[in-house]
């Protein structure tokens, strides 16, 4: 008798009356005390007894007879209230400072009942997590909810929480979730450098049409390296509807006062997606046909012009690019060089 979990004998006890009795006050009664238990076993930290009630609780409502509509909209609503914030996250807390766990059949039974809201919680809580364990749960239970939710995911995405926003965003790229972008627009437009980062990331992940969409403008991101990730992905995927915002700053001022990294990557991109239509522009940038008189461009950009010929990868460009082999200027020489191993010359 001592190794008897005494909870559980109470709780069928609870569950058996509640099946049997047909009486409303009494159902009403056990339905109040079953709610009140589930706080206290949370605290308890007995996860194994919150699943059987949430368990017992569908059954119940298969099987008890003359059950009325309150008694069963309460008792639906038992997994709804565990994945509210408060009491999901005394949960979390909970499971993650307890010196011993319940089985690993008992804890994803508990969060297989976690209902939709529960995601942005599951979010917020994910980075403070020390337990491998029970971060693998909630991140398996979180991973569940926004493929069958989309509208949670949405809500996540929105929240007011940093931490909450960029998990999920992570978890958005991670599963690859094709309407998480709807939610991401916001997050590009205010989000803070880490975040639009991960947000780049996410839909170069996801590569859906909105995800595209959402690249282009990231083209004149404000931040350098967001710029540089967005340009990067689309060019190597060809996406021409980026081509006009890459061949406005190749062609304009805005590239004047970036790096050479920038410089670099637009300048591929642009190679990338102008194709062979591309090849005067760059060809005159490079100095090959400008005219005696015209000005010459900055060795950066020279560079820069080689490298996009290369990414043309036709007779040409090649030839253009042999032409230039020789340049006076090293980092020119080194550009063409490179680029005419890309083209094979």
């Known amino acids: 008798e001592y190794a008897q979990d005494l909870r559980l004998n109470v709780l ?6 509640l099946e049997l009795q047909t009486y409303a006050t009494v159902r009403s009664e056990l339905i109040s005390i079953l709610e009140n238990f589930i706080p206290y076993l949370l605290g308890a930290g007995d996860f194994r ?6 368990r017992e609780s569908k059954v119940i409502q298969q099987r008890a007879r003359e059950l009325i509509p309150e008694h069963r909209q309460t008792l ?14 005394q949960l979390l807390q909970s499971l ?3 010196a011993g766990h319940p089985s ?5 039974q508990l969060f297989t009942e976690l209902r939709a809201e529960a995601l942005a919680t599951l979010m917020g809580w994910l980075p403070k997590l020390t337990n491998e364990r029970v971060r693998e749960l909630v991140k398996n239970s979180a991973e569940r909810l926004a493929t069958a939710h989309a509208p949670a995911v949405l809500k996540a995405l929105g929240s007011d929480d940093p931490a909450v926003q960029l998990e999920m965003v992570r978890l958005a790229g991670r599963l690859k979730l094709p309407g998480a972008p709807d939610g991401m627009g916001p997050l ?11 947000v780049v990331e996410a839909l170069t992940t996801i590569g859906s049409p909105n995800a595209m969409r959402l690249l282009e403008k990231a083209i004149d991101d404000a931040d350098r390296d967001v710029r540089i990730a967005a340009v990067k992905f689309l060019g190597q995927r060809g996406h021409r509807n980026a081509f006009p915002r890459v061949e406005s700053a190749v062609t304009g001022n805005k590239l004047k006062d970036a790096d050479l990294t920038e410089k670099m990557t637009f300048f591929e991109a642009y190679g990338a997606l102008a194709g062979s239509s591309g090849i005067p522009v760059l060809d005159k940038m490079l100095g090959g046909k ?10 950066e950009t020279r560079a820069c012009a080689a490298l996009a010929l290369g990414r ?6 090649r030839n253009i690019l042999q032409r230039a082999a020789q340049d006076k200027e090293p980092l020119v020489r080194n550009a063409v060089s490179r680029a005419l191993r890309e083209v094979g010359g």
């Open 76 to 89: 639906e609503s038992l997994p709804g209230r565990l994945s509210q914030p408060d009491a999901l996250s």
């Open 188 to 198: 590009l437009d205010g989000g803070d450098r880490e975040l639009k980062l991960v």
């Open 290 to 299: 400008g005219g005696l008189l015209s000005r010459k461009e900055d060795p």
């Open 96 to 98: 993650d400072e307890a």
């Open 49 to 54: 007894s919150v699943a059987y009630i949430l």
């Open 104 to 108: 690993e059949e008992e804890l994803s």
């Open 312 to 317: 043309i990868k036709s007779p040409e460009a």
């Open 12 to 17: 069928g006890m609870l569950f058996d009356l």
